[in-house]
């Protein structure tokens, strides 16, 4: 990576790390809402310098990890920033869910993206099951939910707890389904 490019990413990473700060201690302090608009501003930095993840508009290429272009970051660089998105985008996640008004597409899309940047991620797996819990989609809660109890060894007792809910959220689920088949079919009687 020439001077230039250094330079640049070090003040892009120096701006995201000051945003994802910030958002950390508004989260403490339970502003949610405030939170999440600086996590989504220190993703906004970041696609600046990863620009092969999620769609980053050309205007903002400046470097690529894509090692056929001839800007291309190091090895280094690269996994520095999957590191960031993968932590940005999980804290981002959590602000979503705290929030009543926030959409359940939107924190599956974002734990969706750390699962495809780390298929090991227990806590994306975690906020996609409550997601998916929230959008009433069981089947996709639930093997969310089963993987965290995998990937924790059942160490994650909300984890476990949801799965449970899921469970018999699920079961419900399906026998209102059948009580709806079993009156589709059920002969009327003449009146």
């Known amino acids: 990576m020439t001077l230039m490019r250094k330079f640049v990413f070090n003040k892009i990473k120096i701006s995201f790390q000051s945003f994802k700060e910030q958002g950390n201690e508004l989260y403490k302090m339970s502003d949610f809402r405030a939170a999440a608009g600086k996590y989504h501003r220190a993703i906004l930095y970041l696609k600046g310098i990863d620009t092969d993840l999620h769609g980053t508009p050309a205007y903002l290429q400046f470097a690529s990890v894509d090692p056929q272009q001839k800007n291309c970051v190091s090895k280094e660089v690269e996994q520095e920033c999957i590191q960031l998105n993968i ?47 929230k959008l009433k989609d069981f089947d996709t809660a639930l093997d969310c939910f089963n993987k965290v109890c995998e990937l924790s060894g059942g160490s994650n007792k909300e984890g476990v707890r949801l799965q449970r809910e899921t469970e018999l959220n699920l079961e419900a689920q399906r026998q209102k389904e059948r009580k709806i088949y079993q009156d589709m079919f059920r002969p009327r009687s003449e009146a």
């Open 87 to 133: 932590t940005v985008h999980n804290n981002l996640c959590a602000c979503l869910m705290q929030q009543d008004t926030s959409n359940p597409e939107r924190v599956k899309h974002l734990a969706e993206v750390v699962i495809e940047l780390e298929d090991k991620n227990e806590k994306a797996w975690f906020r996609r099951g409550q997601a998916c819990l």
